[in-house]
């Protein structure tokens, strides 16, 4: 078995409140979330930000990873009830454009920057694990955008994500691809292990699945010397044609259906209006090319919606009271 790499033996490069960056040796380095729950709070997300303009500090590789139960249970509720209460809908926009600046700051990284994800994989922690250059997952990782439940969409390019999944289809197999990505997102659908994850597209044919927790991080590390070892070359932003109208009219129709099969609630209908418009790329345009950019501005849009929706409110406060979902 591989050596585990034991992160509190490493040495501290830098730091924050919330994050730290340590050396694992061979010009590799790691960053480990230290918020309550390894939630992306704005100092984890500003420490990757800055981290990644910054070259990732001299260092040829990055990895994400921890050490604690989980590798990150999303967002911080309570931080967004407040911001709701006082009505502060501007820094909400702020907020989610700095996340989708971040995630897009280590998608087109000049190197490579791998996640280490195990456990409950949710929210915000998959957004950023859904950007990384490659993954290294352990057998047992339970991975979701789960939003909808609080009464929201993936605001920090989960949706953007899932819409290029749709986009990148084949002509034949899109609309089924569609309302798969759709009823996923929709019915907060959490993966059962790894394998599943690789089959729900949360994870690529080239990631890794390790079986044992201890030497993830090792694993992680030796996955990116392969990619500096390959020449890694970062993508190139990507642009999709999407549906636009007849996919959009197709994706409400289909929440019909999920509501009368007793899957969603009423409310969920409306969040899944939000998510149909940037799967299909709009509304009302007919079928057309879709930047990243553009699929963004959809998705912050949709997000910025429903923080101002009397139910997002409900289903938030509701959550943080009882830690459970309200299903109206």
Known sequence: MKKPIVLSDRKVVCSNAEAALLELGDGIACVQFLSKGNSITPSVREFLLELVSDDLKGFDGLVIGTQGKNFSVGANLTTMKEGIDNKDFAAFEKRVRAFQQMTMAIKYSKKPIVAAPYGMTLGGGLEVVLHTSARAALNKSFMGLVEVGVGLIPGGGGTKESALLVGNAAPDKREEIMKAVFRKLLTRTVTKSAEDALEKRYLEPGDLIVTAREPL???????????????????????????????????????????????????????????????????????????????????????????????????????????TLLRK
């Open 217 to 323: 991080i090792a694993w992680a590390k030796t996955l990116c010397l392969e990619l500096l070892e390959a020449g890694y070359v970062p993508g190139e932003a990507a642009s999709v044609t999407l549906p636009g109208k007849t996919g959009y009219d197709t994706l409400c129709a289909y929440a019909g259906e999920l509501l009368e099969a007793g899957e969603i609630t009423p409310y969920d209908v409306e969040i899944g209006r939000k998510l149909a418009r940037v799967l299909t790329g709009g509304e009302t345009a007919d079928e057309a090319a879709c930047t990243e950019r553009q699929l963004l501005d959809l998705e912050c849009l949709g997000f910025l919606e429903l923080v101002q929706t009397p139910g997002t409110y409900e289903r938030i406060s509701h959550f943080l009271q009882t830690n």
